[in-house]
């Protein structure tokens, strides 16, 4: 196909890359849920597949998921639901939604990349806000840029990702509050948080607040969801394909939510897991962790590349920041795994650590010795010149006493 009828922006991007993980390797690069469906339930789910009605399209509205949803999840009857194949469905046509001429998205950096992606792709303005160097939210900064751009979207990943630092509830709220346009709060990782803005979603009435089923245990569904008030959602539900959610993903979600206590009890052993990865990696010199709500941990080291091709080299996949952002410098994002894989990658990073440790100390000693050398060599040239000016006085002063003498 002749790529002159295709747009020129579209044509310089690349594709967004999944990697191709060999089956031996502890995957730990994606915030996936390292726990399959419990063997319990598997009969039984098989059962409930084979009874789907994949000769029909889906019929979104007579599925029990958005009521299942709004029971485990606490969403008010007030706000209405809108399913997405997907968080990243949702992101594409929430922004469609403004997508008009000078309209601008805004959202802090570094973040999800896919905010910036689809405004670029609907020829939005994109306006990034960078965060603190602790990876928290700059408010002033944030507040300027909404008073200047005056932005139809933003998004707010809520904790955030790639850093997993959770913001200030009061500095979201402050956001919220300056907003003309639409809010976003992507709560991606919000059953690892300690707080949510789910129960707000709709009140002021351009709050939205997005989840998804793939970070709780079900990410091969693709099923993602928006929960916002009727004014906001019922426009966004105008755009959306009408067969977006295939039979076999909403019976399978509907199945998960019905056995939420399986899934619960894995983020509970996964969040404790979160914390003893964290307070591990803390005692290595020269590591920093950053804190974490999600099913992560952001880690800078003294060389990420190297730490990652090291953990790689093991069978080990891990996501490298470096380069991501100029704030990730040597940054690397852990996912979460089992007791026994985060072993492993603590394993991994401890002989890393110590290896540089020892590079470290090799390299004080070298220098070390480089100073004394050069401190000896001081030393002998001084005492030369001490030598060579006694000796010239010395010669100075018998000239002059012979002087001396003849004279007399």
């Not at 997508?99 to 805004?106: D, F, G, I």
């Not at 693709?222 to 394909?241: F, N």
């Not at 804190?291 to 941990?297: D, G, I, K, L, T």
């Amino acid at each position: 196909m002749p790529t002159s009828v295709i747009r020129p922006d579209i044509l310089a991007q690349t594709a967004y890359a999944v990697a191709d993980v060999p089956a031996d390797f502890i995957k730990l690069d994606a915030m996936e849920v390292p726990y399959p469906l419990p063997e319990n339930l598997r009969a039984e789910l098989a059962a409930e597949l084979a009874a789907a009605p994949i000769n029909r399209y889906p019929n979104i509205a007579a599925s029990p998921l958005p009521q299942l949803l709004r029971d485990t999840f606490a969403i008010s009857e007030g706000a209405q639901i809108v399913l997405g194949n997907g968080s990243d469905e949702i992101i594409q046509f929430i922004t469609l939604l403004v997508a008009q001429a000078n309209a601008s998205v805004l959202a802090v950096e570094p973040s999800f990349v896919m905010y910036r992606r689809n405004a670029e792709l609907f020829g939005l303005n994109y306006i990034g806000v960078p965060l603190n160097p602790d990876f928290t939210l700059n408010l002033e900064a944030t507040l300027h840029a909404i008073q200047q751009h005056k932005p139809a979207l933003i998004f707010l990943a809520y904790p955030n990702n790639p850093t997993g630092v959770p913001f200030s509830r009061e500095a979201v709220e402050a956001i919220i509050q300056a907003a003309t346009g639409i809010v976003v709060i992507d709560e991606a990782y919000g059953a690892f948080s300690h707080d949510s803005f789910i129960a707000q979603a709709g009140q002021p009435e351009n709050l939205v607040v997005m989840r998804t089923l793939s970070k709780i245990g079900f990410a091969g569904l693709r099923v993602g969801y928006a929960v916002g008030s009727p004014a906001v959602m019922g426009e966004l539900a105008k755009i959306m394909p009408p067969y977006n959610m295939n039979q076999l993903s909403l019976a399978a979600a509907a199945f998960a939510l019905r056995h939420a206590e399986a899934f619960m009890q894995n983020i509970e052993t996964l969040k404790n897991e979160r914390a003893r990865v964290a307070n591990a990696l803390a005692e290595l010199e020269d590591v920093t962790v950053f804190p974490s709500e999600a099913n992560f941990v952001t880690v800078r080291l003294p060389d990420a590349p190297l730490a990652f091709h090291t953990l790689k080299d093991n069978k080990i996949l891990v996501k490298n920041l470096h380069g991501a952002h100029p704030l990730l410098q040597n940054c690397l994002r852990l996912t979460i795994g089992t007791p026994e894989e985060n072993d492993q990658v603590l394993r991994v990073l401890a002989n890393v650590i110590a290896d540089h440790i020892r590079a470290k100390q090799s390299g004080f000693y070298a220098n070390a010795d480089a100073i004394a050398r050069l401190n000896a060599g001081m030393i002998k040239g001084v005492l030369l010149a001490v030598v060579l000016f006694s000796l010239m006085s010395i010669y100075l002063c018998s000239h002059y006493f012979s002087d001396l003498v003849v004279a007399i």
